[in-house]
């Protein structure tokens, strides 16, 4: 499966910002798809996944509250609402499809390119 994940700017703080990452090739509707960010001179850290079927989310505790993910598998597409963001929301946003599992400990093998958020105080 390939992935394209979009949405990413510049926002201030207290903004809100949509990431959309669009999947093409293989069945979407089969893969647990999560999100991820790495911040500049950090480790990726795992920011949200979502169940193939939708059913079940979980996400990360610095973003609970702040952050939604959400699938439509007839679009093929997971969404990242991110809202009430943080100067430390700062980073490059991947999505990611599982082979095996979900959640934090899924096995992640298909990689979108990235987008950027950067939020300014």
């Known amino acids: 499966v390939q992935l394209q994940a979009c949405g990413g700017g510049l926002v201030q703080a207290g903004g809100s910002l949509r990431l959309s990452c669009a999947a093409s090739g293989r069945t979407f509707s089969r893969y647990p798809m999560g999100w991820f960010r790495q911040a500049v001179g950090m480790e990726r850290e795992f920011v949200a996944a979502i169940m193939a079927s939708g059913g079940g989310t979980v996400t990360t505790d610095s973003v609970k509250g702040r952050f939604t993910i959400s699938r439509d ?15 430390e929301d700062t980073a490059v946003y991947y999505c990611a499809a599982s082979s095996q599992g979900w959640g934090r400990l899924g096995r992640y093998e298909y990689w979108g390119q990235g987008t950027q958020v950067t939020v300014s105080s």
């Open 73 to 87: 598998n007839d679009k093929s597409t997971v969404y990242l609402q991110m809202n009430s963001l943080k100067p």
